[in-house]
T-cell receptor
Framework: AQSVTQPDIHITVSEGASLELRCNYS??????LFWYVQSPGQGLQLLLK??????LVQGIKGFEAEFKRSQSSFNLRKPSVHWSDAAEYFC????????FGTGTRLQVFP | AAGVIQSPRHLIKEKRETATLKCYPI?????VYWYQQGPGQDPQFLIS???????DKGSIPDRFSAQQFSDYHSELNMSSLELGDSALYFC?????????????FGPGTRLTVT
C-alpha cells in the first residue's frame, strides 16, 4: 500500500539553526515526491518536487530535499531557518492523487 | 500569476443541509482534485477530474458528488451534511496533459456544520 510517514510530529528550532524534516514513503513504482508548506488556516504551497534525475532538488524559500531510493526517504532541509518558516510541513507522494504524511509542525524560537 | 480560486472561502451550514463548493483551476490546467482536511489532519483525497471526466475516486461519501464543467471549473456538492463534514476543503489543479504532476492548491473552503 502507498503511504508516507513523517516521524516527527513537532520540531522546535532556534532561528538561524539548520533544519531537517524527515519523510519516508512506500510506493510501488518510481515515486513523484513533493513537499508542501501550510501556514495556519491557509492553503498548501508547493516547496519542491522530485520526479527524476538529480536526487538533490532545490525549492523555494531556500529549501532543498534529497531523494534516497535505498532508504525510501525524501528529507527536507534548510541551512538556516527564519522565524517566518514556522508552519506545518507535509510530505506527499503520487503521480495523480496525492498521499500526504501526517505533517510536521515547525516552531521557530528567536 | 493566476492561482486556483475557491469559493466561498467560508461556509456555515446546519446538519442535513446541502452545500456547493466551487473551484476555478489555473488557466489551461486540465485536471482538478478535491481534498478534505479535518482539524489537525493531513489532506485526504476525495475525487479528481481530467478533461471533464472523473479520473479517480478516493474516500468520498456517497452523499457527496462532483463534476467538472466545460470551462474546467469544478463543483463539489455535499448533501445531508453531518457534523463530521466540518473541514477545510481544498481544490488543486494540474496540467496532466503535459505530464506535469505538480498540483497547485487553492486557499480552501472552510465548511462548518452546526
Amino acid at each position: 500500500a502507498q503511504s508516507v510517514t513523517q516521524p516527527d510530529i513537532h520540531i522546535t528550532v532556534s532561528e538561524g539553526a539548520s533544519l531537517e524534516l524527515r519523510c519516508n514513503y512506500s510506493y510501488g513504482a518510481t515515486p513523484y515526491l513533493f513537499w508542501y508548506v501550510q501556514s495556519p488556516g491557509q492553503g498548501l504551497q508547493l516547496l519542491l518536487k522530485y520526479f527524476s534525475g538529480d536526487t538533490l532538488v532545490q525549492g523555494i524559500k531556500g529549501f532543498e530535499a534529497e531523494f534516497k531510493r535505498s532508504q525510501s526517504s525524501f528529507n527536507l532541509r534548510k541551512p538556516s531557518v527564519h522565524w517566518s518558516d514556522a508552519a506545518e510541513y507535509f510530505c506527499a507522494v503520487g503521480d495523480d492523487k496525492l498521499i500526504f504524511g501526517t505533517g510536521t509542525r515547525l516552531q521557530v524560537f528567536p | 500569476a493566476a492561482g486556483v480560486i475557491q469559493s466561498p472561502r467560508h461556509l456555515i451550514k446546519e446538519k442535513r443541509e446541502t452545500a456547493t463548493l466551487k473551484c476555478y483551476p489555473i488557466p489551461r490546467h486540465d485536471t482538478v482534485y478535491w481534498y478534505q482536511q479535518g482539524p489537525g489532519q493531513d489532506p485526504q483525497f476525495l475525487i479528481s477530474f481530467y478533461e471533464k471526466m472523473q479520473s479517480d475516486k478516493g474516500s468520498i461519501p456517497d452523499r457527496f458528488s462532483a463534476q467538472q464543467f466545460s470551462d474546467y471549473h469544478s463543483e463539489l456538492n455535499m448533501s445531508s451534511l453531518e457534523l463530521g463534514d466540518s473541514a477545510l476543503y481544498f481544490c488543486a489543479s494540474s496540467l496532466r496533459g503535459f505530464n506535469s504532476y505538480e498540483q497547485y492548491f487553492g486557499p480552501g473552503t472552510r465548511l462548518t456544520v452546526t
